[in-house]
């Protein structure tokens, strides 16, 4: 399968910024940063391409992942980008809290980078309507 397209990836820890991104970069795909949900935000506003598929932290300051998503669904011109929380937040309220907050995938830290891969390229190829696996 052909992949590419630009993908966001916001979290507040270089590191794990820097992971995500390499392993995207080497299938093909084009990736942007951001340290927080409101530098996310305001970075989506400014752009003429938005990306198709974002990952969010969940924990972050000031603006953590929670609020970045309802930012994002409530834009309707940002409403229809999947989203992927990879988050270290695993406890059973943070996946309850995922079920209800238009979040498109749950990711658990440490994550299997073919998983992640695997989840950005059917969001890729099928939009918010594309259903991961368990």
């Known amino acids: 399968m052909e992949r590419g397209g630009l993908v966001y990836v916001c979290d507040d820890t270089a590191q794990i910024r820097r992971l995500i991104r390499v392993n995207l970069e080497l ?32 924990q972050m300051t000031p603006r953590d992942g929670w609020w970045t998503i309802a930012h994002i669904r409530a834009d309707p011109r940002l409403a229809h980008i999947p ?38 390229s059917g969001f890729m190829a099928e939009g918010r309507a594309h259903t991961p696996a368990p």
Request: proline share 4%; net charge negative.
């Open 83 to 120: 989203v992927i929380m990879v988050t270290a937040s695993v406890q059973q309220h943070d996946r309850a809290q995922a079920q209800g907050s238009g979040l498109d995938a749950f990711l658990a830290k440490p994550f299997d980078p073919d998983h992640l891969l695997d989840l950005v």
């Open 27 to 58: 299938e093909g795909y084009e990736v942007r940063e951001a340290g927080d949900g409101e530098e996310l935000v305001a970075a989506l506003h400014d752009l003429e391409t938005l990306p198709g598929v974002i990952t969010v932290d969940a």
